[in-house]
């Protein structure tokens, strides 16, 4: 009895304790509230969403792509048990985000025991110090990797200049606004959307994305480094083995029989979940059809859906997203193999003919042998042998083309006018008049001509276009997904770049890395990296930016008085000249976009002399543009006249914003330019502010 009353009394004892403990809360020491120690780490899937909490039901704050530096500064376990990391990450702009990523995403820099002769060979081949960190991690992991520099003499901001020419890169027209361009010809204020180029789907790259994508230090890990392998054939590496592991689970897989759509269960591809390095899943068997911006990304003659509508999902788990599986990104930033990117683009500078050059004769008709299989892998590994291309290449540039699935309309054979006809890497397909760009593809691969054309059947495309990208790239120095995206050697820089999607030379680096199995990568593989001149100290931050950019004004007037120059939504001073009897006036400003803000209009004070009157529009993205109208009181000035200012606006003749004044009869600052928007609010640009989760949400 004694020792019974006696464990009552301990249970007492300890219940009290937990009482004053739950009620005080800070009476026993918890380890979480202990200081986390901050670690570097780098996003390790195609598309990453950052949340605003840990688990996928909290809003997105924003998306990384692969390779993405950021600092991990704490750790939380989601409801369902996982472990989701607190990230801070720091855009182009300087400015910084916090959120929450799944653990599996992010990986960790590999442990680096200094070794003096690497050291020695980063100096030999003159690699900059921002370039050696990633570099002694890989050879940390894969001492056998051989790293040479290619220097090419640019300058970094000449080559940035070059590349963000309005046209020259693209992105899709549902990335965040960041990654677009405001660039002259690129966005059309009047109406606050971003106009497509090659079709609807696709608009201009701005130059902070090109920055990120053009940046080699952005892209030194495992995956993403196979951009910068060479791409010659090598018969003691190149196997049929390792091309069976890369192609596992795409329609490559099966076999030519059909024109291409042999994929098991439908076009699916292999099942797993949220692997970013796997075709698992994630591409759909419908999908967003084609890569080809002049269909809007719908699969002409196929079962293709509206490109940005269906199959976005981006990784971050394996909670299915919309229209699709979980685990590619429809954004295509680094691993993406979906075929959401522009099919291939012939930037062709002088002089250059559109069937190649003629001084090789190996894409003549009757040079070469066909294989006589259907198997794609031994349709691929001819194509290889016989054009000098690694054949790993060639499966990744027809997964990227066409999508894992096999879903794209150059490949069906029956795109209705070209019935039997094939072009498995969109050579030459570009919209052109009425012809879609499947069409115009279908339409030269139809004609005869060189590197085995017409192309009536699978294996005469895969063989020809081999042919074609041998000669025309691989041989005159374009000999990686680096230089085949971004021409920065030889004579035609800048030009003669196979694709406009910005993200092409990342992504199809990344299907390129699946060929290679660990036992492949402890040997000696040769990856040429571009250096370029005056560089910036440290790797080109991704942009993180999102919401309209549009910050320019509709309108700007004064009740009474008429301002000089006369009102341009460009310009951004002003002048006003009052006499000294007016103590105050009244500034009339709207913005183009409903969703920005205007601060500074209104009724203002004006003190003796000069006054500057700063209206300062905001827009969604929180780009703040500031307009002056300086105003001095002086003798015999101008007084207030019922005929002249008001509610006016020089360059947009429609009302614009919400609340801003009527534009009507006395327009003092000339016709201007009609505002299709209607009342200054504007439409969301095609869909540019939607990205659609992985779990489903908006």
């Not at 019922?642 to 009869?665: I, K, R």
């Not at 095609?686 to 489903?696: F, W, Y």
Request: proline share 5%; charged share 15%; hydrophobic share 30%.
């Amino acid at each position: 009895m004694r020792r019974y009353k006696k464990a009552r009394k301990m249970a007492a004892l300890l219940a009290s304790v937990l009482v004053i403990d739950s009620l005080v809360g800070t009476i026993s020491p918890h380890i979480e509230s202990m200081a986390y120690m901050e670690r570097s780490a780098t996003v390790n899937a195609s598309s990453l969403n950052v949340r605003s909490g840990p688990g996928t039901t909290y809003s997105i704050v924003t998306k990384l792509t692969s390779g993405a530096a950021v600092t991990v500064i704490d750790e939380k376990t989601a409801s369902d048990g996982a472990l989701w990391y607190q990230i801070r990450v720091k855009g182009s702009g300087g400015t910084e985000t916090t959120g929450y990523v799944s653990k599996s995403y992010l990986k960790f820099p590999v442990s680096y025991t200094s070794d003096a002769d690497f050291e020695a060979y980063l100096n030999s081949e003159r690699f900059p110090e921002s370039y050696k960190v990633r570099l002694r991690e890989l050879h940390a992991q894969y001492p056998k990797w051989v790293f040479r520099a290619q220097h090419t003499n640019l300058d970094w901001n000449t080559a940035v200049k070059e590349e963000s020419q309005v046209g020259r890169n693209l992105v899709h027209t549902n990335s965040m606004s960041s990654w677009k361009s405001i660039a002259d010809g690129a966005f059309n204020w009047d109406s606050s959307t971003w106009p497509g180029f090659d079709g609807s789907s696709w608009v201009a790259a701005s130059e902070d994305i090109v920055k990120y994508y053009m940046d080699p230090r952005n892209f030194l890990d495992e995956t993403n480094v196979f951009q910068f392998l060479t791409h010659t054939y090598d018969s003691n590496s190149h196997t049929v083995e390792g091309l069976q592991t890369m192609v596992k689970g795409s329609f490559l897989a099966g076999t030519a029989a059909g024109g291409g759509g042999s994929s098991p269960g439908g076009g699916s591809s292999s099942p797993g979940g949220g692997d970013s390095s796997s075709y698992g899943p994630g591409v759909s068997g419908g999908g967003p059809g084609v890569n080809l911006p002049s269909t809007g990304g719908a699969s002409s003659g196929s079962g293709g859906s509206s490109s940005g509508s269906s199959g976005s999902g981006t990784i971050e788990s394996a909670a299915p997203s919309k229209g699709s599986t979980p685990g590619v990104s429809q954004e295509s930033p680094h691993a993406s193999i979906t075929p959401n990117t522009p099919r291939v683009l012939m930037e062709y500078g002088p002089g250059v003919s559109l069937n190649g050059p003629s001084a090789d004769n190996n894409g003549s008709s009757g040079s070469v042998t066909p294989s006589g299989s259907t198997n794609y892998v031994d349709i691929i590994m001819n194509a290889g042998t016989q054009s000098g291309v690694n054949p790993y290449v060639l499966a990744a540039m027809i997964i990227q083309e066409q999508s894992s699935s096999g879903t794209g309309g150059s490949i069906t054979g029956t795109e209705a006018g070209y019935e039997g006809y094939y072009n498995f890497f969109n050579i030459e397909a570009y919209q052109s008049g009425s012809m879609s760009a499947v069409q115009r593809g279908l339409w030269w691969a139809s004609q005869s001509g060189s590197y085995e054309r017409p192309w009536n059947s699978p294996e005469k495309s895969i063989l020809g276009g081999a042919l074609y990208y041998g000669n025309n790239y691989v041989k005159v120095g374009q000999d990686t997904f680096y230089l085949k995206k971004f021409n920065v050697q030889g004579n035609n820089l800048y030009k003669h770049q196979y694709m406009t999607n910005i993200q092409g030379a990342a992504s199809e680096g990344a299907v390129y890395a699946k060929a290679y199995n660990d036992e492949m990568k402890q040997t000696a593989l040769e990856f040429k990296i571009p250096v370029y001149n005056n560089m910036p100290d440290n790797a080109c931050s991704q942009p993180t930016t999102d919401g309209n950019p549009n910050n320019k004004l509709s309108n700007l007037s004064v009740d009474g008085f008429v301002m000089t120059p006369t009102y341009n939504r460009d310009t951004l001073e002003y002048n006003l000249i009052v006499d000294p009897s007016v103590s105050s006036i009244t500034v009339n400003a709207s913005a183009i976009d409903g969703k920005a803000t205007v601060n500074g209009s209104g009724t203002i004070q004006l003190q003796s002399g000069a006054n500057d009157v700063r209206i300062a529009v905001t827009a969604q993205n929180g780009s703040v543009r500031e307009y002056v109208v300086h105003v001095v009181r002086q003798d015999n000035g101008p007084t207030y006249s019922s005929s002249v200012g008001g509610s006016t606006g020089g360059s947009s003749g429609s009302s614009a914003g919400p609340g801003g004044g009527e534009v009507g009869p006395g327009v003092s600052g000339g016709p201007g330019v009609s505002d299709p928007s209607s009342g200054g609010s504007a439409g969301t640009p095609g869909g540019s502010n939607i990205s659609i989760a992985p779990d489903g949400s908006n």
